[in-house]
């Protein structure tokens, strides 16, 4: 198989050096790896710039919706609580598949793919519903790349005093976050995105205060995450299987992240990816979906030039140059997207600038 760069939104590129930690065989009973979950646990609460007496950091068996789902249902009652989701895309979409799965009361407030939720409506709805005890919300919606007002609705959830969700699965690790000011009660990313990690887990910063309240909620035993931290919480021992080759590498991608300057270059080397392509590829005449405003680093939704467009022969052609995107997921828009998270640098943005370029250079001239 050849060494593409995947510019997807994860799994993605990662480095040798994170890929050679999975050489090695480890084994889960064992003090040395009990310790590299531990000092994970650690960093990752150290990232979202909280205090290790407020905040506590679960891992989780599973790719990111496994972990979405162990919260929902870890932390939200059957028949006595209520959780409004916040919908601009697939993965809000995916929230309320599994409310309705689990059986869980739900409200919905669904907005445009386009446009960002409004703190204000979530205020009206909080103020006209009172049996509302949750809030859940993605961060970046990895379907468009829109990037949404987490902190602004999440003053207005702590105002109410509800418990706050979010999904920030493709940002976290890539985009600043502080979670000091105690709005955010649970939130969920995984390994295989901003982290730079490979697929196999994901997990959770929650208040600790919060997850206190959770013995006893889950509808499921394996996606228990009170149980979950329970255990790991004696001296850093999964509760089954735990996933050693991919634990052991993501130790490694949250070293690289701290060599790279932490989140704050991380995020600074994606956001001038993500300019440089939105610039060159809007002059050969592909447009971005999202408003600059609104677009996060993670990943671009863009528009088919024209009717003559086809995706397929797009896709092979970049494949060819060593290049993988991403189809797009709109229903009612022809789309592809162009993810900027990996290990993937300005010389890779502009070598596939060219690429892009180059091919719409003749497409032009057969037409
Ligand atoms: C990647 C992602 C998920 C999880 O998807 P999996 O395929 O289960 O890993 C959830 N939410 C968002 C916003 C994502 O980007």
Same mark, same amino acid.
């Given at each position: 198989?050849?060494?593409?760069?995947?510019?997807?939104?994860?799994?993605?590129?990662? &480095?040798?050096?994170?890929?050679?930690?999975?050489?090695?065989?480890?084994?889960?009973?064992?003090?040395?790896?009990?310790?590299?979950t531990?000092?994970?646990r650690?960093?990752l609460v150290?990232?979202?710039?909280?205090?290790?007496?407020?905040y506590t950091a679960v891992l989780m068996q599973g790719s990111g919706s496994f972990v979405v789902e162990s919260v929902l249902t870890t932390t939200i009652l059957n028949?006595?609580d209520?959780v409004?989701?916040?919908? =601009? @895309?697939?993965?809000?979409?995916?929230i !309320?598949?599994m409310a309705?799965?689990l059986?869980l009361?739900?409200?919905?407030?669904?907005?445009?793919?386009?446009?960002?939720?409004?703190?204000?409506? !979530?205020?009206?709805?909080?103020?006209?519903?009172?049996?509302?005890?949750h809030?859940a919300?993605? +961060?970046? /919606?990895? &379907?468009?790349?829109?990037? =949404?007002?987490?902190?602004?609705?999440? %003053?207005?959830?702590?105002?109410?005093?509800?418990t706050y969700i979010v999904d920030a699965m493709?940002?976290?690790?890539?985009?600043?976050?502080?979670?000091?000011? @105690?709005?955010i009660d649970f939130l969920i990313s995984s390994a295989?995105?901003?982290?730079? @990690?490979?697929?196999?887990f994901g997990f959770v910063i929650a208040k600790i205060e919060a997850l206190q309240q959770c013995e006893g909620i889950a509808k499921s035993v394996a996606l228990d995450l009170y149980d979950q931290w329970k255990v790991m919480q004696v001296?850093g021992k999964w509760r089954f299987?735990s996933?050693? +080759?991919?634990?052991?590498?993501?130790?490694?991608?949250? /070293?690289?992240?701290? /060599?790279?300057?932490?989140? /704050?270059?991380?995020?600074?080397?994606?956001?001038?990816?993500?300019?440089?392509?939105?610039?060159?590829?809007?002059?050969?005449?592909?447009? %971005?979906?999202?408003?600059?405003?609104?677009?996060?680093?993670?990943?671009?939704?863009?528009?088919?030039?024209?009717?003559?467009?086809?995706?397929?022969?797009?896709?092979?052609?970049?494949?060819? %140059?060593?290049?993988?995107?991403?189809?797009?997921?709109?229903?009612?828009?022809?789309?592809?997207?162009? @993810?900027?998270?990996?290990?993937? +640098?300005?010389?890779?943005?502009? %070598?596939?600038?060219?690429?892009?370029?180059?091919?719409?250079?003749?497409?032009?001239?057969?037409?």
């Open positions: 198989m050849n060494n593409y760069k995947l510019l997807t939104p994860g799994p993605l590129t990662t &480095t040798e050096a994170v890929k050679r930690e999975m050489l090695i065989d480890r084994c889960t009973w064992d003090d040395d790896y009990k310790q590299v531990q000092t994970i650690q960093q150290e990232l979202a710039q909280v205090d290790e007496t407020q028949d006595i209520k409004l989701i916040i919908t =601009n @895309g697939a993965y809000g979409e995916r !309320v598949k309705k799965a059986q009361q739900h409200v919905v407030y669904c907005v445009p793919y386009n446009e960002q939720p409004s703190p204000l409506e !979530v205020q009206n709805i909080l103020e006209k519903d009172d049996s509302i005890t809030v919300v993605v +961060h970046c /919606e990895t &379907t468009t790349g829109i990037l =949404n007002p987490i902190d602004d609705i999440g %003053a207005v959830v702590q105002a109410f005093n509800k493709s940002s976290f690790g890539g985009v600043p976050m502080d979670l000091s000011n @105690g709005q295989n995105k901003c982290i730079q @990690g490979v697929p196999g001296d299987t996933p050693t +080759h991919v634990v052991a590498a993501f130790a490694k991608a949250l /070293e690289e992240l701290a /060599e790279e300057g932490g989140v /704050e270059a991380r995020s600074k080397r994606y956001a001038q990816n993500n300019q440089l392509l939105r610039e060159r590829l809007s002059h050969c005449g592909l447009k %971005a979906y999202i408003a600059e405003d609104m677009q996060s680093p993670i990943i671009t939704t863009f528009l088919y030039p024209d009717e003559a467009f086809s995706f397929d022969d797009f896709y092979q052609d970049m494949k060819q %140059a060593g290049f993988v995107i991403y189809p797009g997921k709109l229903t009612e828009l022809d789309t592809f997207r162009i @993810g900027n998270i990996g290990d993937v +640098h300005e010389e890779d943005i502009t %070598a596939l600038c060219k690429v892009i370029e180059n091919y719409m250079a003749v497409k032009n001239n057969e037409n």
